[in-house]
């Protein structure tokens, strides 16, 4: 939740001298790349193994991976039986990778499924590409599924020009903060910008107190800019026997000792500070003395009940962790939890409403309230349900993945997992629970968020969110981290749905009935995809995947669970980012002289959503052409746009010259490329599914003649013309249809015969065709041609 990024805090200029950690490791060999990794070791996985191509073939890959064009994928390969180690040994081929590349494994979790999951990081020459995964999912010795984020580097340019020491001073410029509470190894590493371009960065960890700042800064290590900055502070929007601020009397748990009572939960290791004297540090417990004590068991200070109800809260939030998802603490490993309540060293103006957890420790912040700059008035950040988001946040941190970035889609999903935890902790302890959040926190609103409704006309219209993927209140821009606090109205409603189900209309105009499967199901499914599956940058199509992944483990396949989850996403909008696979390879290599290809779909319709391609290549002296023997796509709209479409190109990739593209159901002419490759695209959207296509491939000799008129079976004239046009033909055919399609390929004349003879003569009247270029496509039983065809009067 957020209030604090839409407003600016009062900078107050501190000094105080810096020592700056230097890292220097020779990267240059396998062993010092090793001990590099080992330096970056976190507390809660290892790496025990560097895998480099210096230590294995390339095995050619048994299977292949669709990937997004964020380099997303989700494979389940269950029934190929494959083992860890065979899988291994495939990175290399399955993604593409050169020997630039190398993987580092992390120590594998066991979860109480059974399943075991390990994650792979990625390195280009030494380096780790960030937010970059491999998760390889097993059971009984055998890969379930394959999922992760990996994106090509495209040879980045390698230049450290920056020192750590400069690197650290331009973080600190560019995020503008003067007083730090700490120093940080900085981290060499590639990171991903807009248009996929990766830099090499220096990652910097700034942490500030005044004014209250955490994040990564990456800082280019050619140029010394900051490239990007990412949040480690997870806001909050609203914004014993212990008489609570929101929820009246409850039971807590506190300290006894010698006359004193504390609020400290020894058994859960929960304790509240009052925040008016804290120094702010997250490297250590706040100072014992900090904590609220009370003469007796029976805490009712009035000025004590907003630090009483997170305590409570928090106690309550423990349990419901323990209870239904087996979390022993945040990390699992009962680590501490620090709750400070009014910490007024955040905001030197004593405005320091917010709540918020501390990325990397157990420090949990929440302010007191207080009136915005919009003039709202927020009674103190201490609810229920806001306690319990940002504990989950202290959860997401340490998911198996370690996370999810603070930034973008991951950013919103994290927010999203923030508010499903924080819902099914209010439905746990049975207080009022509802798909509210945040409810009486605001002076004249009800609620700040809704999971139900999350662009409710009673939310202010800041707080408005999305209930489909992209569509209305859709953050774009770059606004509060690119949208984390708005754009995660999608999952929470997506999660609304699957627990309580509904039926309706998205923003997108598609149909959704949705089975509920209750909060139960729901909310393990949703803890095992964040916990299990969600790589660190993960966008909304790998929560789909994931999700998929969690019910199909804990329900199977074939459970309603299951099918809830994917009408649920359907209901949102994400389906339509699932790419479907053609059937059989993605990408064909032809070394014979000569093939055929399909769609895929055989005698059936073709997939929506496909996204293939077919790349043939010959010996170097050879050509290849193409003839298309079926052809039947969906066709242009009225102003010419195709959905579905076969493209081809004179070359391996897409960035080689376009030979055509093609749509409806008219055989593309005869093709040639002009070099021993070409590549072949077929795309299709959701809707509407036809035949699809079969083409043949062979090598053949190149010849001068151009591609388009391949063979002089008919005469056209005159060519440019203005009244009509002529067709003549060599040589008798049957089944003829001519069509004449405009600029954008849309057919604007179209003439069927059965039959004509040798040098007959079919007459096309022009005249109502206004000037310029068109193309006259004839196909007949013997023939498939493409002309130019100018128009002009
Ligand atoms: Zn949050």
Redesign the pocket.
């Known amino acids: 939740?957020?209030i604090l990024s839409k407003k600016n805090y009062v900078l107050t200029v501190c000094f105080l001298s810096l020592a700056c950690y230097v890292l220097s490791q020779d990267l240059s060999s396998v062993s010092g790349l090793k001990n590099y990794l080992k330096s970056q070791e976190t507390n809660t996985q290892k790496i025990v193994k560097v895998i480099t191509k210096e230590t294995k073939e390339i095995e050619k890959p048994t299977f292949s991976i669709n990937k997004t064009s964020f380099g997303s994928f989700s494979k389940d390969i269950k029934h190929i039986r494959a083992k860890q180690l065979s899988v291994e040994n495939q990175l290399y081929g399955l993604f593409g990778f050169d020997k630039n590349y190398s993987f580092a494994q992390m120590s594998p979790i066991t979860d109480e499924l059974g399943f075991v999951h390990t994650n792979y990081l990625i390195y280009y020459k030494g380096y780790l590409v960030d937010d970059q995964m491999i998760m390889i999912h097993q059971k009984d010795g055998i890969i379930t599924s394959i999922n992760g984020v990996v994106k090509s580097l495209n040879d980045p340019l390698i230049n450290i020009a920056v020192s750590d020491q400069q690197a650290f001073d331009n973080a600190r410029e560019g995020i503008a903060v003067e007083q730090l509470v700490d120093i940080f190894p900085i981290e060499t590493v590639f990171v991903r910008l807009d248009g996929d371009v990766f830099r090499l960065a220096k990652k910097v960890k700034i942490f500030s107190i005044q004014p209250l700042k955490k994040y990564y800064a990456y800082i280019d290590a050619h140029t010394g800019k900051l490239l990007r900055k990412i949040s480690l502070m997870?806001?909050?929007?609203v914004e014993g026997q212990a008489h609570t601020y929101y929820n009246g009397m409850q039971l807590i748990t506190c300290d006894h000792d010698d006359g004193v009572y504390k609020l400290k939960d020894n058994a859960r290791k929960i304790m509240t500070y009052n925040g008016a004297n804290w120094k702010g540090n997250d490297k250590e417990a706040p100072p014992e003395n900090l904590i609220y004590t009370n003469a007796t068991a029976n805490w009712v200070d009035e000025d004590m009940r907003p630090a009483l109800q997170v305590h409570w809260g928090i106690e309550k939030t423990y349990d419901y962790y323990l209870k239904v998802h087996q979390r022993n603490g945040y990390d699992n490993k009962q680590a501490p939890v620090y709750n400070i309540y009014n910490p007024v060293i955040m905001d030197i103006t004593g405005k320091m409403f917010n709540a918020?957890?501390l990325s990397g420790s157990g420090i949990l912040l929440y302010g007191r309230g207080g009136l915005d700059a919009n003039g709202v008035t927020y009674k103190p950040l201490v609810l229920l349900d806001i306690a319990a988001?940002?504990y989950?946040?202290l959860v997401t941190s340490r998911s198996n993945a370690g996370g999810l970035t603070y930034f973008s889609e991951s950013g919103a999903l994290?927010?999203s997992f923030?508010?499903i935890f924080a819902t099914a902790v209010d439905f746990y302890t049975g207080i009022n629970p509802n798909w509210l959040l945040g409810e009486g926190i605001i002076s004249d609103r009800p609620f700040i968020r809704s999971m139900s409704d999350p662009g409710s006309e009673q939310l202010l219209v800041s707080y408005r969110q999305p209930d489909t993927y992209k569509g209305k209140y859709w953050e774009f821009t770059g606004k509060d981290n690119a949208g984390?606090?708005t754009n995660s109205g999608v999952q929470n409603y997506w999660f609304y749905l699957l627990c309580q189900g509904g039926t309706g209309t998205n923003d997108k105009g598609d149909n959704y009935s949705v089975t509920g499967i209750g909060m139960d199901a729901a909310s393990k499914i949703a803890y095992r995809n964040l916990m299990m599956y969600l790589p660190m940058s993960a966008q909304y199509i790998d929560a789909y995947y994931g999700s998929l992944s969690a019910a199909k483990d804990l329900y199977g396949e074939g459970s309603q669970q299951y099918k809830s989850v994917i009408d649920a996403w359907y209901a949102v909008g994400v389906d339509s980012l699932i790419p479907t696979p053609c059937k059989g390879e993605k990408r064909l290599v032809a070394i014979e002289t000569a093939g055929t290809f399909t769609d895929g779909s055989g005698d059936g319709m073709y997939k929506k959503n496909s996204n293939c391609s077919w790349v043939i290549k010959s010996v170097a002296d050879k050509i290849i052409q193409l003839e298309f023997v079926n052809f039947e796509l969906e066709g242009a709209d009225n102003d010419g746009s195709m959905s579905d479409y076969v493209s081809v190109y004179d070359g391996a990739t897409e960035s080689a010259p376009l030979i055509g593209k093609y749509c409806g159901n008219i055989l593309p002419p005869l093709l040639k490329s002009t070099k021993n490759e070409i590549l072949v695209t077929f795309i299709s959207d959701k809707s509407v599914q036809k035949q699809g296509f079969e083409v043949r491939y062979s090598a053949v000799v190149p010849t001068s003649i151009n591609n388009l008129n391949l063979d002089n079976k008919i005469v056209v004239y005159p060519n440019p013309t203005s009244e009509q046009i002529f067709v003549s033909f060599k040589e008798s055919q049957s089944a003829v249809n001519i069509f004449i399609c405009d600029i954008l390929g849309k057919i604007v004349k179209e003439v069927s015969l059965s039959q004509v003879y040798t040098n007959e003569e079919v007459n096309i009247n022009v005249e109502d065709l206004p000037s310029g270029v068109y193309t006259l496509r004839v196909v007949g039983d013997k023939l498939n041609t493409l002309h130019k065809m100018i128009v002009n009067k």
């Open positions: 939740m957020n997870y806001c909050s929007d918020s957890a988001h940002e989950t946040h994290n927010e923030s508010d984390v606090h």
